[in-house]
């Protein structure tokens, strides 16, 4: 069964920085696109980046574009995001996505780890 | 404010037929991208429930549906269950950020 399993997550001070991992079982992981999706408490779900399979297409939502940086690493099956100049409005649940692709760029997302929650608070 | 409008609540009663709008523009579902559907109960991760504008997933009931025509789509849900009470939300691909982009969200409560 495709798993997804994120961790990472925590307390950080307004400023700071945090990594986060994702690690997939049961699937070719180097044949799919990832992507990170983050909910602010209460609220929606807010696309925030994604990498394709080989790492050759990487694109950021506006709200991190220069703070966040998202990379992978095929042969440990893993997805990262590292997370600088962290803000008080990056407080959210962080998942991690698998993407199903009917061809580029036409991403839904199939399989969602549990979710890593990262609190900015001084 | 979400690139892609959806209501912020609906409600039904058991056994019932609602319908979850999801409206774009033209540089997302207006530009002919595909639309997909997400169920998330509280305390759990999103669930993909339609992909592709209407295609089920194996193990979604048929009572799930989806649909797209120019800017908007919408997910029907018939034969309404308790179980269906959850938050549901509509993504697709925006061209002019660009990036993909998720409906505000629709919480369905089962009366």
């Known amino acids: 069964e495709v798993q997804l399993v994120e961790s990472g997550g925590g307390l950080v001070k307004p400023g700071g920085s945090l990594t986060l991992s994702c690690a997939g079982s049961?699937?070719?992981?180097?044949?799919?696109?990832m992507t990170w999706v983050r909910q602010a408490p209460g609220k929606g779900l807010e696309w925030v980046s994604t990498?394709?399979?080989?790492?050759?297409?990487?694109y950021y939502a506006d709200s991190v574009k220069g703070r966040f940086t998202i990379s992978r690493d095929n042969a440990k099956n893993s997805l990262f995001l590292h997370m600088n100049s962290l803000r008080a409005e990056d407080t959210a649940i962080y998942y991690c996505a698998r993407g199903y692709s009917a061809g580029w760029p036409e991403i839904n997302f199939d399989y969602w780890g549990q979710g890593t929650l990262v609190t900015v608070s001084s | 404010q979400s690139v892609l409008t959806q209501p912020p609540s609906m409600s039904g009663a058991p056994g019932q037929r609602v319908t979850i709008s999801c409206t774009g523009t033209s540089s997302n579902i207006g530009a002919g991208y595909y639309v997909h559907w997400y169920q998330q109960v509280p305390g759990a991760a999103p669930k993909r429930l339609i992909y592709?504008?209407?295609n089920r997933p194996a193990g979604v009931p048929d009572r799930f549906s989806g649909s797209k025509s120019g800017t908007s789509a919408s997910l029907a849900i018939t034969g309404l269950q308790a179980e269906d009470e959850a938050d549901y939300y509509c993504?697709?691909?925006?061209?002019?950020?660009?990036?993909?982009?998720f409906g505000g969200g629709t919480k369905l409560t089962v009366l």
């Open positions: 993504q697709s691909y925006d061209t002019s950020l660009p990036g993909w982009v």
């Open positions: 990498i394709s399979s080989g790492s050759s297409h990487i």
């Open positions: 592709g504008n209407s």
């Open positions: 049961a699937f070719i992981f180097n044949s799919f696109s």
